[in-house]
């Protein structure tokens, strides 16, 4: 039954699972609420006319937005005392018994059962039916439930409408104007079993349902809860400039009719008949405000009904007619009731459920009668009976409005989406900031005893506190053995100043720190020892370029290189050389120190030293050599062309690109030229990406923009991380749009490829899924959705799209709900149209049929599929496909075989052998059948 209701409705609306028998007696209650509503509207309106006039009307208004709060309040605390199931079914007991009542107080003929009636049907019959129906509505559906479905029951509501106002031209004439109440009191009785049985389906496990016992609130705790949230005050004075203008059209109206229709029961058929043509013209437009917010969004739909009162207030006083009014409040009707009113309810939504259920009725109402009925109705009372205006100078009162009403609008559109940013964000954790203690400065003892400790800021502090203390006698030649180079080069620095008396005591720890590991610590015991013995250290250095020990003559060679004697200077290169270009597996060593000793050298002749050592076997020479390119910095780009091939070397790739990245924007565009390169190794082109992305810089971005265009699938998600993070560290920098939506389509249409595949194969053919077919494409989809993910993030704020992406993938049902619905908002274009139903929470059925649409393709059996899937560029994917044809044998497929043999890429090994064993099979299959089975 379900299921036949959902596909004989679906042309109108989109039911899910478990949605259909709820949503249509929610339609049919929205149905008769209104039906019994506007069945009487009509006739109160006309009776006051009959008795008062249309100019005293006003006073009625007045009276209504001045008690209305304490009638509200009053309610309230009622309802504090009322089981919340029991709150609904009570109000249209209530109702009816009321309406029957002044069935009877209108046969004594009072004026005052007019003025009664009329406040009561046009006031107070709307809070307690209209109000608690949108209330209810709210709580049973979340927000992506809201957007697919409020248009339909809404549309329930248009259409009751219209059928109560219908019913009052066609029978008021034979029933009269007062037993009209009887048959609203029948309706109301038809819709108290639909509320009883619609509280029925929702209330078991039904978070949010009508059942939640909540605590009143007055008018004090409701102005508090209004004074705290922005987006609450907003909400009310939209509301409360709707219902200014719709006061100002209606007392328009009546005006004018009084003047120039002087009949009651004309008067009658005339304002039902409007509400009839409002009502069903708001019936037609409530099934294209889906589409309204789809295409134009929640900010145009709350921009129509201000715009529409300007368009009329202009010109019903250039008219001067009763069919201009007419139609101005006519047209109103239709957008308030309809458009105006579901996008109004639409706004609430991202509000917490306890501000809401506190503050809704009392913004809803309150604002709508306060604002509109009762500081509208004093705007009137001094124009007309004051000013003796007529009814064509109302329009310029409804110009004012407008004026205020529209920028109100846009306010409200970004208070909305701040709503579901705050509604589905999450909290980042910063880490601790580490604070250094300072060392204790009470006794020189204190540090000495700092000197002993393992931590190397804290020693060489001490050092340098002793120093100034001329205290520097007390550092101690053992701290040479510190296992920090840092101190014992700040140890060799202390050395210097030493007097004649301690100089025998630092000689031999100087001497042997010439021998230590750290160029650093090698070059300032140079320094150390020409103090120490007084000698020139060019003279001191000399004799040690013929040392025994590479690191002395590295240290000797560094030492001379910087001579001011050229003889100095190619005794030091000679040296550098031999040991640069000893290429025994022994020498390695050799080669290391030479390594970190040209890094040390200011003259470009030792330079080119470095180049054969970036591409030494050893791969602790090669490390060397590429820090030494590192410290020599980028006077010019001599290491480039090296440092770029070792990025194909996953074990020197990340120094490689750190040089690069050194050298700053200048290196871009040499990165640029082998990236472009067609010809150059694919996997040093893979990593020039990353590269990139470490320089912030224009240029970066747009030649990663221009990647990600690449054939090279690799390369393109690399771009894709690597304009995510400078579009993270750097905001300044802008990123063009255009490719990212242009990739992202792409992305997005591949997953559908993919998503269909998988449908055909493993839901509606049945083909196992333990297949390696279906882990590739399950891996094939997760990672597409990662770059779809990843490129949002490029053209929106990343932030936003983490937090929604979290909220889709790991959220409750209502954080995805909230995170989709934000995501619909700030996505346009044709990127929305094609992402938005693959985040949805929607059949699997549905959203493949949706990428068929979106891909001008269709569904495809598993022969098909897998003809598609062997020609796939991603191999490992055409490689399990074919395992897959040759398991069911599906030999029809041979062909395609032969032509991926005779057509694929040589590199992809894996899908060679795959089409070779499958067609080495089939050649069995008829001759020796276990032979095929077992290949």
């Known amino acids: 039954m379900t299921s036949f209701l959902r596909r004989s409705l679906s042309l109108v609306v989109t039911f899910r699972e478990g949605e259909a028998i709820t949503g249509i007696l929610m339609f049919v209650y929205a149905f008769l609420a209104m039906a019994a509503y506007n069945n009487i509207k009509p006739s109160a309106a006309s009776e006051f006319i009959a008795a008062l006039g249309a100019d005293k009307m006003p006073w009625v208004f007045l009276f209504a937005g001045i008690s209305m709060g304490f009638i509200l309040n009053l309610y309230s605390r009622a309802l504090a005392k009322v089981p919340k199931l029991w709150v609904l079914p009570g109000t249209q007991v209530s109702v009816i018994a009321l309406l029957i009542t002044f069935w009877f107080l209108f046969q004594t003929g009072s004026e005052w059962v007019a003025v009664a009636f009329f406040f009561f049907g046009r006031q107070l019959l709307g809070i307690f039916l209209i109000s608690q129906f949108w209330t209810l509505a709210t709580e049973i559906y979340d927000p992506r439930q809201a957007k697919r479905l409020f248009g339909f029951i809404g549309a329930g509501a248009l259409l009751g409408g219209g059928a109560g106002a219908g019913l009052t031209v066609l029978y008021v004439e034979q029933l009269g104007t007062t037993n009209l109440l009887l048959v609203s009191a029948g309706i109301l009785a038809v819709s108290f079993f639909l509320v009883l049985e619609i509280q029925r389906r929702t209330k078991p496990g039904t978070e949010g349902s009508f059942k939640v016992k909540t605590d009143a609130v007055g008018g004090g705790e409701a102005l508090s809860l209004l004074r705290s949230s922005r987006h609450l005050q907003i909400i009310a004075l939209i509301i409360g400039f709707g219902a200014l ?156 409005y407008v004026a205020m009403w529209l920028p109100l609008t846009r306010m409200a559109k970004r208070e909305y989406l701040k709503a579901f940013r705050r509604s589905i964000e999450t909290l980042e954790i910063e880490p601790d900031r580490l604070t250094t203690e300072a060392g204790d400065l009470a006794t020189v003892e204190t540090l000495v005893e700092e000197l002993g400790g393992a931590d190397e800021q804290r020693v060489i502090r001490a050092i340098e506190l002793l120093e100034s203390l001329d205290k520097s006698n007390l550092v101690t030649p053992l701290l040479l053995r510190h296992d920090s180079s840092r101190v014992r080069t700040r140890t060799l620095e202390a050395a210097r100043g030493q007097g004649e008396s301690v100089a025998a005591r630092w000689l031999p720890a100087i001497e042997q720190a010439l021998k230590d590991e750290d160029p650093g610590v090698r070059a300032a015991a140079v320094e150390a020892l020409a103090s120490v013995r007084h000698a020139d250290v060019k003279g001191l250095m000399r004799p040690y370029l013929s040392d025994a020990d590479p690191r002395i003559m590295a240290t000797a060679a560094v030492s001379l290189a910087g001579s001011d004697e050229e003889s100095d200077r190619v005794a030091a290169e000679k040296t550098l050389e031999k040991l640069a270009f000893d290429n025994r597996d022994a020498a390695a060593s050799a080669r290391r120190e030479a390594a970190r000793a040209i890094g040390r050298t200011s003259d470009p002749r030792f330079r080119q030293l470095l180049i054969p050592l970036l591409n030494d076997v050893d791969l602790d020479v ?50 640029t030229f082998f990236l472009d390169d067609e010809l150059e190794d694919p ?108 490129l949002l993030g490029l053209i929106y704020d990343s932030g936003d799209i983490r937090a929604a992406r979290w909220a889709i993938e790991r959220g409750t049902p209502q954080a995805k709900s909230s995170a989709v619905e934000f995501l619909d908002n700030i996505i346009s274009g044709e990127v929305r149209k094609t992402l938005l139903p693959l985040i949805d929470d929607a059949p699997l059925e549905g959203k493949v049929r949706k990428g068929n649409v979106l891909l001008k393709t269709r569904l495809r059996g598993a022969e098909e599929t897998l003809a598609r899937l062997i020609y796939d560029e991603d191999e490992v994917i055409a490689a399990t496909a074919i395992d897959i044809i040759r398991e069911k044998k599906m030999w029809s497929l041979a062909d395609d075989l032969e032509q991926v043999l005779q057509f694929r890429d040589a590199k992809d090994f894996a899908v060679f052998e795959s089409a070779s064993n499958a067609l080495a099979a089939h050649r069995l299959n008829v001759e020796q059948p276990d032979a095929a089975n077992a290949i």
């Open 683 to 790: 996997w040093v082109r893979r990593h020039i990406p990353e590269a990139l992305a470490s320089i912030p810089s224009k240029a970066s971005v747009e030649k990663l923009s221009d990647c990600l265009e690449s054939e090279d699938g690799f390369i393109r998600y690399k771009a894709i991380k690597g304009l995510e993070r400078l579009h993270r560290e750097h905001p300044e920098l802008s990123i063009a749009e255009p490719p990212v939506e242009k990739l992202l389509l792409k992305e997005l249409r591949r997953y559908y490829r993919y998503l269909g595949a998988s449908f055909e194969l493993f839901d509606k053919e049945g083909v196992s899924r333990d297949s390696l077919l279906e882990q590739a494409i399950r891996e094939k989809l997760a990672r597409g959705m990662d770059r779809v993910y990843r």
């Open 245 to 400: 203008g719709a006061l100002t059209l209606e007392n328009q109206l009546y005006m004018v009719l009084e003047e120039q229709v002087a009949a009651k029961d004309t008067i009658t058929k005339y304002i039902a008949a409007m509400t009839t043509v409002s009502s069903f013209a708001g019936f037609v437009i409530q099934f294209a405000t889906p589409t309204i917010y789809s295409r134009l969004g929640v900010g145009f739909a709350l921009m129509v009904l201000p715009i529409n009162l300007a368009v009329w207030s202009i010109f019903v006083p250039i008219t001067g007619a009763l069919w201009s009014s007419y139609t101005a409040r006519t047209t109103d009707t239709t957008l308030r009731y309809s458009l105006d009113k579901t996008t109004r309810e639409v706004l609430f939504l991202p509000l917490p459920t306890e501000l809401k259920l506190k503050a809704k009725s009392f913004v809803d109402v309150v604002a709508d009668r306060f604002i509109g009925k009762g500081l509208g109705s004093i705007v009137l009372l001094v124009a007309v009976n004051l000013m003796g205006a007529r009814w064509w100078h109302l329009s310029f009162i409804a110009l004012a």
């Open 622 to 671: 090669a490390r060397e050599a590429i820090s030494s390119a590192h410290l020599l910095g980028d006077a010019d780009f001599l290491f480039v062309p090296v440092l770029v091939s070792l990025l194909r070397d996953r074990r020197l790739k990340n120094v490689a690109r750190e040089t690069l990245v050194s050298y700053g924007e200048a290196v871009v565009p040499a990165l």
